[in-house]
């Protein structure tokens, strides 16, 4: 049964709700809210790497007309509590971090002291007077640096550098690489990027004297913890603190963490007892906001003659950057756990170190987990390369079957209602496996190089609290959510989420409408206000759909319980049992065949409201309903990416000729919105993989601090996508709903790669790391060439 089949609501194409309000420039921005008499912030940001203060003269920026104050870190110690980062998890040493530095500047860009002016050009230009002492220190600037003997301390209160290391076993991998066939090693170094938002972060703060209130306004995707750290940071309480988050311009992940700088502006709000706000810049953004990724990956696997792995080695460096908002573990810990995925492999140790450097701090970005399936899918190819065998062969006689489900893997993750047998098969019969093959070797005899590319992903998603608790990581996954029909019978509901421009207002209202037993239009979904939402964990973790649309689907079926109820009893029934509610209207099942019954939600409502003395015995008047729901540990959906490239080998440059996916994600809520999910991941995934890069010299200076140097694909760079659908519902969540929209960056990067290592295979050389740029793909082929000059010679 196909989950289209099981609802009236969910599964339907609806057009996004909110699209006609975003689209025609009605939609309401952090900058289209009015703060009348609001100051504006500007940051004076340090250009070292590495550096102690040894002082700071502020005067003459003081003495410019318009600006009010000039703060720096020892005036906002006075003011706020540092972040401490300490979860009890082994191997990973507690952190701390100040409003603003007082002793010394971790990285280029790090602020150290902030200018307060009548407005922005104001406090720009006053900025650029504010003078800094600094006393220069050894930057740190890569992970080998930072990991040397006797390396300069990036954190003085760490006895090094390395800020998190963990290690697993299980199983035997010395046992399974005696018996081997033969041992296989790979390389995998994915770069630093960074999130790239339409909109950059903002934020305004207005404290009430009066009330000892702070009502600050931010894109942010997850207010509810975004409003506890506030308050813990500046010494109030949760109810002393309203987070209002309107449209937000994306997110991606850049905007979950509450930074220094939105600290700061709060703090100076309620110091100078007037309205503050501060809108970073774009160099700001790419140079300060928050960074991703940069991870140094090592495989060795034990393979049999055929291709089958009977244990795999993985090692994992990760270069975080020089400030911990995040404990250090979690990102690389992910990837190792769920690494081997759709392979059945019980053989498995890994080893994770997270070094700081002197870099911008790392966050999560859409697919934190990014790099698993290229290491996962990419090992694959470098045993079929080692042992001549073909890439596919090698997948179908290592990959899970619906018989080996649940699957316990060795990590002890379970995986259930995943198909990735079927997806693969369904994605190379796309995209024309074998014919290919006869292309490709066509082309070659003419100088042509094209290759072709897979990567199946099984994508960890939603993170219920109970993986949270399994993994010594801090944290809730659950959700919460409310339900309330108003006295005309519309709907309004709430969850906790925080969105970005993923269509919630659109998937959401339709799981309400299908726990209810109406239209989707009837329901109004109010998100991004921490006095109307109920407390909830926010958006991240692509739990979206499974725990928020979980918790308002669960949270509506409790209010149509109600309903019925009181419909039962203004019919003169006994029992609720044989009514329904469809398209608004209680339905009742006589002899199998439902028919109305003349009474409709609205009836419902106003007895309900305004004729309580007709609710049936113990029924209290409203119809306002509340629910909290914490999902499993986490779902999984999967899916197989089978790209087609060229690559020139004159220029280096790649051509994408094709890119096919087939996905699994569970049931579908809104397919629109769905594809855009699935479009927008592939995209970012292969920007990413191609475009993208943070680059810093050997300095620590930051050299793509502007869209010129820090390059991101466009519409034209990317090709048309072709999707396939296989939709397995997941039986453990309501309505059979999984997370999904992070696993397209995950396949994409692992398709792309595979797909050029294919294409280059007649020169020997394979590509280790990415951005698989002109330059880089050029330097393989030009050392290949070296190298065949050197054989000859010798």
């Known amino acids: 049964m196909t989950a289209r089949s099981q609802f009236n609501y969910i599964g339907k194409p609806l057009a996004r709700k909110e699209d006609r309000r975003l689209v025609t420039g009605h939609g309401r921005y952090l900058d289209d809210i009015v703060v009348p008499g609001a100051l504006h912030a500007c940051f004076v940001r340090s250009p070292h790497a590495h550096a102690k203060i040894l002082g700071i003269s502020v005067e003459a920026a003081h003495e410019v007309p318009g600006v009010v104050g000039v703060f720096t870190g020892k005036d906002l110690a006075q003011w706020t509590n540092?972040?401490?980062?300490?979860?009890?998890?082994?191997?990973?040493?507690?952190?701390?971090?100040?409003?603003?530095?007082?002793?010394?500047?971790?990285?280029?860009?790090?602020?150290?002291?902030?200018?307060?002016?009548?407005?922005?050009?104001?406090?720009?230009?006053?900025?650029?007077?504010?003078?800094?002492?600094?006393?220069?220190?050894?930057?740190?600037?890569?992970?080998?640096?930072?990991?040397?003997?006797?390396?300069?301390?990036?954190?003085?209160?760490?006895?090094?550098?390395?800020?998190?290391?963990?290690?697993?076993?299980?199983?035997?991998?010395?046992?399974?690489?005696?018996?081997?066939?033969?041992?296989?090693?790979?390389?995998?170094?994915?770069?630093?990027?960074?999130?790239?938002?339409?909109e950059t972060r903002g934020c305004a703060a207005v404290w009430d004297q009066g009330r000892e209130h702070l009502t600050f306004h931010i894109g942010n995707q997850v207010p509810h913890p975004l409003r506890s750290?506030?308050?813990?940071?500046?010494?109030?309480?949760?109810?002393?603190?309203?987070?209002?988050?309107?449209?937000?311009?994306?997110?991606?992940?850049?905007?979950?963490?509450?930074?220094?700088?939105?600290?700061?502006?709060a703090a100076l709000a309620r110091h100078l007892k007037q309205p503050l706000r501060w809108r970073e810049d774009r160099s700001e953004n790419l140079m300060a906001a928050s960074h991703a990724r940069e991870n140094l990956c090592h495989t060795r696997t034990?393979?049999?003659?055929?291709?089958?792995?009977?244990?795999?080695?993985?090692?994992?460096?990760?270069?975080?950057?020089?400030?911990?908002?995040?404990?250090?573990?979690?990102?690389?810990?992910?990837?190792?756990?769920?690494?081997?995925?759709?392979?059945?492999?019980?053989?498995?140790?890994?080893?994770?170190?997270?070094?700081?450097t002197n870099k911008c701090g790392n966050g999560p970005m859409r697919a934190p987990m990014a790099i698993t399936s290229w290491v996962m899918d990419g090992t694959?190819?470098?045993?079929?390369?080692?042992?001549?065998?073909?890439?596919?062969?090698?997948?179908?006689?290592?990959?899970?079957?619906?018989?080996?489900?649940?699957?316990?893997?060795?990590?002890?993750?379970?995986?259930e209602d995943i198909t990735p047998a079927e997806t693969l098969e369904s994605a190379v019969a796309s995209i024309g496996y074998d014919a290919f093959h006869e292309r490709q070797r066509a082309l070659r005899e003419e100088g042509r190089y094209i290759g072709l590319g897979l990567c199946t992903v099984v994508e960890s998603t939603t993170y219920g609290s109970a993986f949270y608790k399994t993994t010594g990581i801090a944290g809730s996954g659950?959700?919460?959510?409310?339900?309330?029909?108003?006295?005309?019978?519309?709907?309004?509901?709430?969850?906790?989420?925080?969105?970005?421009?993923?269509?919630?207002?659109?998937?959401?209202?339709?799981?309400?409408?299908e726990g209810l037993g109406v239209d989707p239009s009837m329901v109004r979904i109010l998100t991004g206000n921490t006095d109307v939402a109920p407390y909830g964990m926010g958006s991240r973790g692509a739990r979206g759909g499974t725990a928020g649309g979980g918790a308002l689907y669960l949270c509506a079926q409790k209010a149509a319980e109600q309903v019925l109820r009181i419909a039962a009893h203004r019919l003169g029934l006994n029992s609720a049992q044989e009514l329904r509610l469809l398209d608004g209207q209680v339905e009742r099942r006589i002899n199998n065949e439902w028919t109305g019954t003349g009474l409709f939600l609205t009836d419902i409502a106003r007895?309900?409201?305004?004729?309580?003395?007709?609710?049936?015995?113990?029924?209290?008047?409203?119809?306002?309903?509340?629910?909290t729901y914490d999902p499993p540990p986490m779902t999984y959906s999967n899916s197989t990416h089978a790209c087609e490239v060229e690559v020139d080998t004159r220029t280096g440059r790649l051509t994408i000729l094709r890119y096919v996916v087939s996905e699994d994600c569970g049931t579908v809520i809104n397919p629109i919105v769905v594809r855009g999910q699935q479009q927008g991941a592939i995209a970012m995934g292969l920007s990413g993989s191609l475009f993208e890069q943070v680059v810093y010299d050997e300095n620590g200076q930051n050299l793509s601090a502007t869209f010129a140097d820090y390059l991101v694909a466009t519409a034209c760079e990317l090709p048309e996508v072709e999707i396939l659908h296989n939709h397995t519902p997941n039986k453990r969540t309501p309505a059979g709903i999984k997370g999904m929209a992070e696993g397209g960056v995950m396949g994409a990067i692992g398709a792309v790669s595979n797909a050029v290592n294919d294409a280059l295979a007649p020169f020997g050389v394979a590509a280790t790391h990415q951005p698989l740029s002109p330059q880089y793909l050029r330097s393989l082929l030009r050392g290949r060439a070296d190298r065949n000059r050197q054989e000859g010679q010798d």
């Not at 994992?316 to 250090?328: L, S, T």
């Not at 007895?607 to 309903?625: K, M, R, S």
């Open 607 to 627: 007895t309900a409201y305004l004729d309580p003395t007709n609710l049936p015995e113990g029924v209290a008047p409203g119809l306002d309903f509340s629910l």
């Open 380 to 415: 694959i190819d470098a045993i079929a390369r080692q042992l001549e065998l073909d890439p596919l062969k090698v997948r179908r006689v290592n990959m899970l079957r619906t018989a080996d489900l649940p699957y316990r893997m060795a990590t002890g993750e379970t995986l």
């Open 229 to 265: 750290a506030l308050a813990g940071r500046l010494g109030l309480s949760e109810s002393q603190v309203t987070v209002i988050s309107p449209d937000v311009g994306g997110g991606f992940g850049q905007k979950i963490a509450l930074y220094r700088e939105e600290l700061t502006v």
């Open 478 to 513: 659950h959700e919460a959510a409310w339900v309330r029909i108003e006295p005309s019978g519309v709907i309004n509901a709430s969850v906790g989420l925080g969105g970005s421009g993923q269509g919630y207002e659109t998937a959401l209202s339709q799981t309400v409408a």
């Open 302 to 356: 034990s393979v049999a003659a055929d291709g089958r792995i009977l244990g795999i080695e993985l090692e994992i460096f990760e270069d975080f950057g020089a400030y911990c908002f995040y404990p250090a573990n979690y990102m690389s810990r992910v990837v190792a756990m769920i690494l081997t995925g759709p392979y059945r492999i019980a053989d498995y140790t890994f080893e994770v170190k997270v070094a700081l």
């Open 82 to 198: 540092r972040l401490r980062q300490a979860p009890r998890i082994e191997g990973l040493q507690p952190t701390e971090i100040e409003t603003l530095p007082t002793d010394k500047v971790r990285f280029h860009g790090d602020p150290v002291a902030v200018v307060v002016a009548s407005d922005r050009y104001v406090a720009e230009d006053a900025a650029e007077l504010v003078e800094v002492d600094y006393e220069m220190l050894a930057p740190v600037a890569s992970l080998e640096a930072a990991l040397a003997p006797g390396a300069a301390l990036v954190d003085d209160a760490l006895p090094s550098n390395l800020v998190s290391h963990q290690s697993f076993s299980a199983g035997n991998v010395e046992a399974r690489r005696k018996e081997a066939h033969a041992v296989v090693e790979a390389t995998f170094y994915q770069h630093r990027q960074t999130h790239v938002p339409m």
